[in-house]
């Protein structure tokens, strides 16, 4: 049971390349991915418990020993980042097998579902820079064909920024990864851990320390860097949007803490780009929200907005910021997956996701509105919900910190959030709606059978359950971030399990 | 050897970036070629350039005995390489098919307002 | 093309360069070539086929699509890798070799069965790129 940890990622790679051998039959794709999903979750529940319980797990693959071969690591923040993309990894399917349209499944979109989830696991799991751009690069192909699926009009258009600036990202990273390399002659991230503070060219260490921060910026989608979110994440179907918005940019954003704690220590002027960074993206997030018009484009800013709060986290830098960040991050998986999901049943229901022709939805469907009220709430921060706690421990770290800028641009983010909500919950919920001309040739919600309906809501109950449990329980949760705060802070121990002659 | 190769490296970096910066969507593609042929170079360069056999110690003894050359930045290179030919490949499809539906490859072009609902 | 020289010679040229293909995929462990590069030239043999005789030909001469080389081509190599993981609890990717050299083919281990999975996803993905893109033109 020594590669547990690698046990994750086989079965996501298993897992697509079985699929691909049922290219043609969509419902045994169906079955297979859902019950594949339970698999992987139980095994990376394995992984966490493990984790959690003996400490950081390593696997040196191919048995090449730590700087020299590929390391897989799993401290608790990957172990715990690897169980929440397998849970919504799982909602996903099953909401994937329920709303996207039989003609683009047919095109293998379960398959390369699963190496999108395949490069993910990887992108958590591994220990080695190089091997971190070659997930990435697993995760931004399958990406493109799930964002071009189907081969709409929007959807390409909306494709090509994305594809573009994605590329960019990666070439820039490899940019980074060269200018490394010359510098320190490793890529095993403990081991540069050692090498880098250690180096005397300062300057140039700097360098690819912004080169790593720009290839991840425009992953993670901070300002000035977002343009693409935007542009690209209302097009495809409401599954692909919902595993995009809720982990692809989290991957960028998982990097950097990597990278910004692990690799570039005490330096200062990272720090305060970062904060600046943090406000900025808080800033533009959430006034680009406040304009749109779209449901899914409303999300789409808020994701930007919310990155916002991770970034001031690791730009603070302290333990219980880190504790903030990584709590942050966790309620915001799964609350964002959900939301696009909410905005695919809303367009099931409705035909449409703009706000101007919604209306009545919680006068016809109280109880499913009940429902999507609870991500919402959970995204407001409105306590005891998810959002709140990582939020109190963000805005404690500021105060200890004295940093009133952040303060400021973290309260003004959740204000804004929160006026956005309401409008929209507004708008959608409770405002008297038109009268919809029927869309011919559209499966509405109403008349789906009954079967269809439950494996439509199961998800979305699903991640509001995981949403309520981070809320309710916050007791656990902040024991969790907090063991990974003290973990990002004190690096040796992570450093300590990959090389372990290093004393 | 070094200078001159760092200077075709940042040749390639400008001129891919400038193509980037076009409105066609071929000249993004090629703009995209080029920068990450860029950056393989850069690998190539920052690796160290030596003139030495390949790192494989003979059966008889433990350490190398001759100067030989990093495999590493190879390696990188190679996997660059395919990756980007994988990339490439789809990109030019893609762009293929935009020309298709959007009948337009001026990037300016594609921004169609979304229809409303009627 | 109706060249009648390069019609002939793709005939025979496909066999030659499937053959070097194969060479060039076992020689790849100590030395340069490799799964990749040898499932490039077999791709590359198919294309000259195609250019010389159109793509029909060359589609019935395969028999099947070649997308359907890249998930047997990819079991291929994943079972290599995860072999040692789940017959001898070593990790993922781990060389295993047999003691005995078998002749013309040398030691065997997991690493050919490795290449020659890369080498039939290559040979899957380049011949369905180039096909897709051929006859979409």
């Known amino acids: 049971m020594q590669q547990l940890l690698l046990y994750p990622l086989l079965f996501q790679l298993f897992l697509s390349i079985f699929l691909m051998f049922f290219w043609k039959k969509i419902d045994a794709q169906k079955i297979i991915s859902i019950v594949g999903g339970f698999i992987a979750v139980f095994l990376s529940g394995v992984l966490f418990y493990t984790v959690w319980n003996s400490g950081i797990q390593t696997v040196q693959a191919a048995s090449w020993e730590a700087p020299y071969g590929i390391t897989f690591v799993a401290d608790t923040l990957s172990a715990t980042l690897v169980l929440l993309t397998s849970i919504a990894g799982l909602a996903v399917s099953f909401f994937s097998s329920a709303s996207v349209i039989p003609a683009r499944l047919r095109f293998g979109y379960f398959p390369i579902y699963h190496f999108l989830l395949l490069g993910l696991t990887g992108a958590f799991l591994t220990g080695d820079i190089f091997n971190l751009y070659v997930w990435f690069e697993i995760i931004i192909i399958s990406s493109f064909v799930l964002i071009t699926l189907g081969g709409e009009k929007a959807q390409i258009e909306g494709a090509v920024k994305y594809f573009t600036l994605n590329i960019l990202a990666s070439i820039i990273f490899l940019t980074a990864i060269a200018v490394l390399y010359g510098l320190a002659g490793s890529l095993n991230m403990a081991d540069l851990a050692t090498i880098i503070p250690q180096l005397e060219n300062r300057k140039l260490v700097e ?148 706000v101007r ?50 303060l400021g641009a973290i309260i003004f983010g959740s204000l804004l959030t929160l006026i956005i909500i309401t409008r929209l919950w507004a708008n959608v919920f409770w405002k008297k709606g038109k009268e919809l001309t029927k869309r011919d040739h559209f499966l509405y919600f109403q008349k789906m059978t009954k079967a269809k309906k439950i494996q439509f809501l199961v998800p979305i109950i699903m991640l509001a359950g995981v949403s309520l449990y981070i809320g309710f329980g916050a007791e656990h949760m902040q024991q969790l971030s907090n063991r990974i705060a003290s973990e990002l802070i004190d690096n040796t121990q992570y450093i300590e399990a990959v090389i372990p002659q290093n004393n | ?103 337009t490859d001026d990037l300016d072009e594609m921004n169609t307002i979304e229809e409303d609902y009627k | ?105 040398g030691k065997l281990g997991t ?25 979409s033109a």
Not at chain 1, 291 to 307: A, D, E, G, P, T
Not at chain 1, 387 to 397: D, Y
Not at chain 3, 121 to 134: P, R
Request: aromatic share 12%.
């Open chain 1, 357 to 406: 022709f919604l209306g009545d939805l919680y006068d016809k469907f109280p109880k499913l509105s009940l429902l999507m009220f609870i991500p919402l709430l959970s995204l407001i921060g409105v306590p005891p919900f998810s959002g709140f706690w990582p939020k109190v421990s963000l805005i404690t770290a500021s105060l200890n910190e004295k940093n009133y800028i952040i």
């Open chain 2, 1 to 103: 050897m070094e200078f001159l190769l760092a200077i075709i490296t940042g040749l390639l970096y400008a001129a891919g970036l400038y193509m980037m910066l076009r409105r066609s969507l071929v000249k993004l593609i090629i703009g995209l070629i080029i920068i990450s042929n860029g950056a393989n170079l850069l690998i190539f360069l920052l690796g160290r350039i030596t003139k030495g056999h390949p790192p494989i110690i003979p059966g008889d003894s433990k350490i190398f005995t001759e100067i030989y050359a990093d495999p590493v930045p190879q390696a990188l290179i190679l996997t660059a390489i395919v990756i980007s030919f994988g990339l490439q490949s789809f990109a030019i499809i893609l762009i293929k098919r935009a020309y298709q539906v959007v009948k």
């Open chain 1, 207 to 354: 360098v690819a320390a912004i080169l790593f921060l720009v290839g991840f910026g425009i992953k993670s989608a901070v300002f000035p860097l977002y343009f693409w979110l935007p542009a690209s994440y209302h097009t495809p179907p409401s599954a692909v949007a919902a595993i995009f918005g809720g982990l692809l940019t989290k991957v960028g954003v998982y990097a950097l803490i990597r990278v910004f704690t692990l690799i570039f220590l005490e330096d200062v002027f990272l720090d305060q780009i970062l904060i600046v960074i943090a406000v900025l993206t808080l800033f533009s997030g959430a006034i680009g929200s406040l304009v749109q018009k779209n449901v899914r484009k409303i999300f789409s800013y808020l994701i930007i907005c919310h990155i916002g709060f991770m970034i001031a986290g690791l730009g603070m830098g302290t333990e219980i910021a880190f504790a903030g960040m990584v709590f942050y991050l966790i309620h915001d998986i799964m609350v964002k997956t959900n939301l696009f999901m909410v905005s695919g049943l809303i367009y099931r229901i409705k035909g449409t996701n703009n």
């Open chain 3, 1 to 105: 093309m109706k060249t009648l020289i390069l019609r002939t010679a793709s005939n025979y040229l496909l066999p030659i360069l499937l053959l070097i293909s194969i060479f060039i995929l076992l020689r790849g462990h100590y030395l340069p070539g490799g799964g990749f590069v040898g499932g490039l030239i077999a791709s590359i043999a198919f294309v000259l086929h195609a250019f010389a005789n159109g793509l029909k030909n060359t589609k019935r001469l395969l028999k099947f699509h070649p997308g359907y080389l890249m998930p047997v081509g990819l079991a291929v190599s994943f079972l290599s890798g995860v072999l040692p993981v789940i017959g001898f609890d070593e990790p993922f990717m781990t060389g295993l070799w047999m003691h005995d050299a078998i002749p013309v083919l």
């Open chain 3, 111 to 135: 690493a050919l069965f490795f290449d020659i999975g890369v080498y039939i996803v290559v040979q899957g993905v380049t011949l369905t790129i180039i096909f897709t893109i051929s006859e």
